[in-house]
């Protein structure tokens, strides 16, 4: 979903949570490599596009859908202290053949994971908005030096998602 760095889009990646609703469907597991368009994240804030691929499983609470692929855009303001915030947009192809698109605010910060909702735009759940939990990898060796140097342009993280209304 990033979701790009939002699913990451690049990047998106999410956990079930504790919540006072019960989920219309979920997908327990997901994971997602976003990349920068050009440059990368460095410690200078800037204008970036990512774009992300990933996939889901473990999808239930929707009739023929048990995993699916998506790739999304996420432009964002970034920098190695605030690596992306900005709108995300996501298209899923579902098991079943049928697709979802997603969009919503999707701000990456330092704390893991990044948790949000996105608004099903067209397809599959129209109208329904989805809670994402999305685990980025930071603070590796590459990305420390990534930072200190010609920018960090790629990274990979886990998810999990659920429909919340």
Known sequence: MALSAGVGVAAVATAPTAAAHSPIGSCYGGEFRWTAV?????MTPQLLTFGSAGRLWG?????GI??????GVHVAWSDCMHPADGPLTVDIVWSNGEASKLWGP????MMQPT??????VDGVGE??????NAWYEM???EQING?????????VGRMTAEIVE
Not at 59 to 63: L, Y
């Open 115 to 120: 948790v949000g909702q996105l608004q099903v």
């Open 38 to 42: 050009e440059g990368g994240i460095t």
């Open 139 to 141: 603070m590796t060796p």
């Open 59 to 63: 999808c239930e609470g929707v009739s």
């Open 127 to 132: 109208g329904s908005r989805v809670q994402v």
């Open 106 to 109: 999707w701000p990456v910060g």
């Open 66 to 71: 048990t995993h699916g692929k998506f790739t």
């Open 147 to 155: 930072c200190m140097g010609p920018g960090i342009s790629t990274g």
